[in-house]
């Protein structure tokens, strides 16, 4: 059957097979993955993946890691729910639709370009007896609307079109639950586009050939907190015993342009605290009437206002018991507590 997959097309080849990943570790897996482009890094070389830069790919293919180690994945939870779900999506996907679904658990890659892989989640066997992919994801409720009017997040669109171009089909499936009934559920249609997995071939050749096979660091691209997250993550903490720096090679314009947007923030923020003072003023005989209550409804003969006055509540502790317990209970204070580091980019204009 294997064989038979990348045999439906017009184009005469088939997908090789990397290895058999059904027993493979986790620790394992990731090394294969190092060898190559996998469907979900291709956003980042694209400069639109909401999870990485291009250049966190470049470090993770090349093994350089970083000098500031993030703590486990804040986002941990979802993406184990995520992987959990994949069978039940694809049993709900085969429910709606009526076409059988079967898994293939190998890494895969394509004979042209050795470089691309593809671990897909299932395959679809169509009426016609050919093939095609199904790709499952999960989302919460509120990132429903990315799906909204026909729609699919543009980096899962690049990571099928990937696995299209690696196993040789016109056809790849999006599934996607978002609830936890079937009817909060959703799924899309991809079909091959030639054009745009030329482009796609090209960029990740580029990047595999004149970045990652000779070590040379791409430019940044993506999205700026990601990028400023790398430059930290790589850069390492603030040292300032540093002298200043003379910089070259930019523009003042740009400084130019900041101080203009810190102006017209500033006047925005201060805006805000006008408008925040007077909600605040509007609401003091209400809060009074609630008193200890949390909610409360307004009738005018109209309208039907429906009032909550929730507590938010945190446990902390004072900067003078976090250092009684520095002092008393080191290793204590050492095994829970964790030092972070942000720092503030300020721009101050003087005459040359």
């Known amino acids: 059957m294997l064989g038979g997959i990348g045999m439906n097309n017009k184009a005469e080849y088939t997908p090789e097979k990397v290895v058999d990943i059904s027993n493979l ?4 897996w990731l090394e294969y993955r190092k060898k190559g482009i996998g469907g979900s890094d291709v956003a980042a070389i694209m400069g639109t993946s909401p999870f990485a830069t291009i250049r966190d790919l470049f470090y993770n293919k090349t093994g350089v890691q970083p000098v500031i180690q993030e703590e486990e994945e804040s986002n941990w939870v979802a993406k184990e729910v995520g992987h959990r779900l994949e069978d039940l999506v694809a049993e709900i996907f085969s429910k709606k639709t009526g076409l059988e679904v079967f898994p293939v658990r190998v890494m895969f890659r394509h004979p042209l370009y050795p470089f691309m892989l593809a671990d897909v989640d299932f395959f679809v066997r169509m009426p016609d007896g050919k093939f095609a992919i199904l790709e499952c994801k999960t989302c919460n409720y509120n990132a429903k609307d990315k799906w909204a009017d026909e729609g699919i ?5 690049l990571q099928v079109r990937h696995y299209l171009s690696v196993m040789n089909m016109q056809k790849a499936f999006i599934a996607c639950l978002y609830g936890n009934n079937e ?3 959703v799924y899309r249609t991809i079909e091959r586009d ?3 997995e030329e ?5 990740e050749t580029y990047f595999w050939q004149e970045h990652v ?6 430019p940044h691209n993506g999205n700026s907190d990601l990028v400023l997250a790398n430059i930290r993550n790589y850069g390492g903490f603030a040292d300032k015993s540093i002298p200043e720096i003379v910089l070259s090679g930019l523009e003042s314009k740009n400084l130019e342009k900041y101080l203009t947007l810190s102006e017209e923030k500033s006047q925005l923020e201060k805006r805000k605290k006008e408008i925040e003072a007077e909600q605040r003023a509007i609401s003091v005989p209400f809060v009074e009437q609630l008193g200890q209550g949390c909610k409360a409804v307004l009738e005018d003969g109209t309208n039907r206002y429906r009032i ?3 507590p938010t509540r945190r446990t902390s502790v004072g900067k003078d018991q976090m250092e009684k317990l520095k002092n008393q209970h080191p290793d204590i204070y050492e095994e829970y507590t ?9 721009i101050k204009k003087e005459a040359a």
């Not at 570790?25 to 394992?28: F, G, I, L, Q, V």
């Not at 482009?199 to 960029?203: H, M, R, S, V, Y």
């Not at 964790?338 to 300020?346: C, D, G, H, L, V």
């Open 183 to 185: 009817n909060e559920f």
């Open 308 to 310: 909550t006055y929730n």
């Open 25 to 28: 570790s986790r620790e394992d």
């Open 213 to 218: 096979l000779k070590n040379v660091v791409p």
């Open 338 to 346: 964790k030092t972070t580091e942000s720092r503030t980019f300020r």
């Open 199 to 203: 482009d796609i071939i090209d960029q």
């Open 194 to 196: 030639l054009i745009e």
């Open 153 to 157: 997040p543009a980096h899962y669109v």
